[in-house]
């Protein structure tokens, strides 16, 4: 039998040690297209409308910094955003997969959806939200919050690779950790009819 399969097998060159070896292996990270962190992010602004559509982000991390008296949209969806900083904007965000982070805010309006929604030593933000688990703000006060109620062409699609379910909607069961003795940091805003 060995006979027969090195017949049938038999080849007349003879390979070197080079060609026999396995060629070296090529890695997902040896792939990746080169990304510049100053596309994921809106920074110092002042007075700016600024805007990402859709497939420009593309499901990458996204921050936002330092801005004030601007209007900031992303239709698209991110991992995870931060937004550090800011005084009367409004900003709009596309699904997160993860968590929107906001910190030392003053005077925003922000609507997004969200997988994790947090507040630390905000002051007067106005969020209309779509969130799957219980937002939480801390160190915040003026608060007041909506349910998101916005559509666009490539919202549901984004909704899905952010994964997040439509069914579950926690945007009013607000966690305070650091509630005050009379009173609440935070309230709901009324229906919008």
């Known amino acids: ?7 049938c097998f ?5 390979l070197s040690k080079e060609e026999v070896q396995d060629p070296k292996p090529v890695f997902s990270w040896d792939k990746r297209e080169e990304i510049d ?11 700016e409308t600024k805007g990402k559509f859709p497939g420009e982000i593309n499901g990458q991390q996204f921050s936002i910094e330092n801005c004030k008296d601007c209007v900031l949209f992303v239709f698209d969806h991110v991992a995870s955003l931060t937004i550090d900083e800011c005084t009367n904007c409004v900003i709009f965000i596309g699904p997160s997969k993860g968590s929107v982070f906001i910190r030392e805010c003053t005077d925003v309006k922000l609507a997004v ?13 106005d969020t209309f939200l779509h ?3 219980q937002p939480i703000i801390e160190s915040s006060t003026g608060m007041k919050f909506a349910c ?7 919202l549901a699609s984004q909704i899905r690779a952010a994964g997040i379910s439509l069914y579950n909607n926690e945007w009013n069961n607000i966690y305070d950790f650091t509630p005050v003795d009379h009173g609440l940091n935070f309230s709901l805003l009324p229906p919008v009819r």
Do not use: S
Request: glycine residues 4%.
């Open 113 to 125: 959806c969200c997988q994790q929604f947090r507040t630390r030593d905000c002051k007067r933000v």
């Open 10 to 14: 038999k080849t007349d060159t003879i």
């Open 148 to 154: 998101l109620q916005i559509n666009y062409l490539q």
């Open 37 to 47: 962190p100053a596309d994921y992010c809106f920074d110092d602004l002042v007075g």
């Open 131 to 133: 969130c799957n688990t």
């Open 1 to 7: 039998m060995g006979n027969l399969i090195a017949y």
